[in-house]
C-alpha cells in the first residue's frame, strides 16, 4: 500500500538556486524497520488531502477505462483477545465525530432510499452504512466510511471532472459494481460510489455479489493453488516458531490475560491491537497487568518481517499467480472490449478484502508496495493514443502512485521507450501467456494440475 519511491525528487532538484551536491553514503545501512510508523501508514487515518498520480497523461491520450480494486476501510476487529473488553468503538456515523467528511451527512440520507437498487443475492438484505453504537465484529466504521468517501471524491475530480470518463447522463451499462458478500466491502462501495458519482440514481446501480475472496468466480478450482497457499503457511509458522521475542511477548501477554499462550496466539491479537491503535484507545489491561505498546512494536515487527521473508521465498508468488488469473482475465478481456469500441463497464469497481489486493500486488510483479492498508485502492487506466488511435495503453496506480514500470511485464519496455505508459498487449500477453511460464504450463488449467518437479 506505501511504496518506495523508484525515482525519488533529488533534494538538489528541489530549487535551482541551491544544486548542493551531496555523496550518497554507499554503505549505510538500510533503514531499520519502525513498527510503529509502519502501522499508522496501515491505519490510514484520514488527515491531509492527499496527493495522487491518477490520471497523468500527455495531453493527447484519451482515457477510456478505469477499473478500480479497493481494500475496505477501517474496520473493527475480527478476533477478540479472550478475557478483555473489547475495544471500545462506536460504529454510529456521526458528521460532528471526527474523522468526518463533508458529504457524511448526505451519504447516510442517500443510503437510506437505496432500496431500489439490484442486489446480487445475499447483497440485498445487508446494511448499507455503519449503525450500531458498539461496534459489531468486523463491522466498518466512520473512519473507514470516511477513507472511502475521500478516495471517492479523489477519483471523481481527476475522472469526472477532469476527464469526463462519464457524462452526466451515464448509464447502468457503463459500470461494473462487485462486492464480496461482507457488510464492510459492499459499504466501502457505496461510499465510494457516493462521492464518485454524488447523489446517483440508484435504479442505475447493479451490485453483484462474489463469494470468494480471490474473485475467481467460475475458475475456482484450481488444486496447486492451494499446494502453494499450504506450503506459503507453513512458512509463516516456521518463521514464527523461529522468533524467540515473539514467543516471550506471547508467553507474557497470555499470563497477563490469564489463558495459556496457545489461544492467546489463536486469538490473533495483532489484529485486534491494530484497533486500538489505530483508534488512539488505550490497550487492554486486567488485574494482572496491561497489554502495552512493547507488545504491540514486537509483534508489529514480526508481521513486517514475515511480509519481508514472503518476498523472498516465492512460495507466495506461485499462490499469487494462481489465485488471481482469473480476476486479472476478466479485467483484461474487459479492457480489450474496450479497446475494440465498446461502451460498456468503463467504470469498474471490485470491493474486496487485503487477501485480495495482496496476491494481485504480488502476481503482478509489484515487491515494492507495502502491505495493503485499510482503503487501499489499486487502479488500472486504459488510454487511446489521440495520434494513433488504435494504440492502447495502461497505467496500473497503488494509492495514487504510479507502479506501471515496477511491473514485471513492463519493466524492461520502460527503459526502452519514452512513452510512460505500458501498451496493452504486454498487460494481454502477460495474463493469458506468461503467467504461466514459471509452471511450465501454457494455460491456467494446466498449471492449476501440473505437480512442480
Known amino acids: 500500500v506505501h511504496l518506495i519511491p523508484v525515482n525519488p525528487i533529488r533534494e538538489d532538484a528541489l530549487s535551482p538556486k541551491s544544486r548542493k551536491r551531496i555523496m550518497p553514503d554507499l554503505l549505510t545501512e538500510p533503514p531499520a524497520i519502525d513498527p510503529v510508523y509502519e502501522a499508522h501508514v496501515y491505519c490510514n487515518i484520514p488527515t491531509i488531502a492527499e496527493r495522487s498520480m491518477e490520471g497523468h497523461a500527455p495531453h493527447y491520450f484519451k482515457l477510456v477505462s478505469v477499473q478500480v480494486v479497493i481494500r475496505h476501510g477501517d474496520r473493527y476487529p475480527l478476533y477478540a483477545i479472550p478475557k478483555t473488553k473489547r475495544p471500545d468503538i462506536d460504529c454510529m456515523l456521526l458528521p460532528s465525530r471526527k474523522p468526518s467528511h463533508p458529504q457524511l451527512e448526505a451519504f447516510i440520507k ?4 437505496g432500496s431500489a437498487a439490484q442486489m446480487d443475492g445475499s447483497l440485498s438484505s445487508l446494511p448499507r452504512y ?40 451515464w448509464t447502468a451499462k457503463q459500470l461494473y459494481l462487485e462486492t464480496t458478500g461482507k457488510s464492510r466491502t459492499l459499504q466501502s462501495a457505496l461510499a465510494l460510489l457516493y462521492t ?21 468466480s467460475g475458475s475456482c478450482d484450481c488444486p496447486m493453488r492451494n499446494h502453494y497457499l499450504e506450503e506459503e503457511q507453513r512458512r509463516q509458522y516456521s518463521l514464527r516458531v523461529k522468533n524467540n521475542d515473539l514467543e516471550k511477548i506471547y508467553v507474557d501477554m497470555a499470563k497477563i490475560v490469564g489463558i495459556p499462550t496457545r489461544q492467546l496466539r489463536a486469538s490473533n491479537p495483532i489484529d485486534s491491537l491494530l484497533c486500538y491503535f489505530c483508534h488512539n484507545v488505550s490497550f487492554p489491561c486486567t488485574k494482572t497487568g496491561c ?22 521465498k516465492k512460495l507466495y508468488f506461485l499462490y499469487a499467480l494462481l489465485a488471481t488469473h482469473p ?24 470491493s474486496a478484502h487485503d487477501v485480495t489486493l495482496s496476491p494481485v500486488l504480488s502476481a503482478l510483479g509489484i515487491t515494492e508496495a507495502r502491505f495493503p492498508r485499510f482503503a487501499a485502492r489499486l487502479v488500472f487506466e486504459l488510454w487511446q493514443d489521440g495520434k494513433r488511435p488504435k494504440e492502447h495503453f495502461i497505467r496500473i496506480l497503488y ?16 527503459k526502452r521507450s519514452s512513452k510512460p505508459m505500458c501498451p496493452l498487449e504486454k498487460f494481454v500477453n502477460f495474463v493469458k501467456r506468461d503467467m504461466f511460464l514459471v509452471f511450465n504450463s501454457t494455460s491456467y488449467y494446466d498449471a492449476c494440475r501440473r505437480r512442480p518437479l
Open 399 to 414: 494509492n495514487g502512485a504510479d507502479v506501471t514500470f515496477q511491473t514485471s511485464f513492463c519493466k524492461d519496455y520502460y
Open 130 to 169: 455503519p449503525s450500531h453504537s458498539l461496534c459489531e465484529m468486523g463491522e466498518l466504521t466512520q473512519t473507514g466510511v470516511v477513507q472511502h468517501l475521500r478516495n471517492g471524491q479523489l477519483l471523481r475530480e481527476i475522472y469526472i471532472n477532469k476527464h469526463k470518463l462519464l457524462l452526466s447522463d
Open 327 to 350: 480476476l486479472l482475465n476478466q479485467t483484461v478481456n474487459r479492457l480489450q472490449r474496450i479497446a475494440e469500441g465498446k461502451k460498456e463497464e468503463v467504470f469498474v469497481l471490485y
Open 196 to 216: 464518485f458519482l454524488p447523489d446517483f440514481d440508484w435504479k442505475k446501480i447493479n451490485m453483484r455479489h462474489q463469494w470468494s475472496t480471490i474473485f475467481c
Open 291 to 312: 497489554i502495552g505498546m512493547e507488545h504491540f512494536k514486537v509483534i508489529k515487527r514480526h508481521q513486517l518481517e514475515d511480509e519481508r521473508e514472503r518476498q523472498e
Open 110 to 113: 442517500h443510503m437510506s432510499k
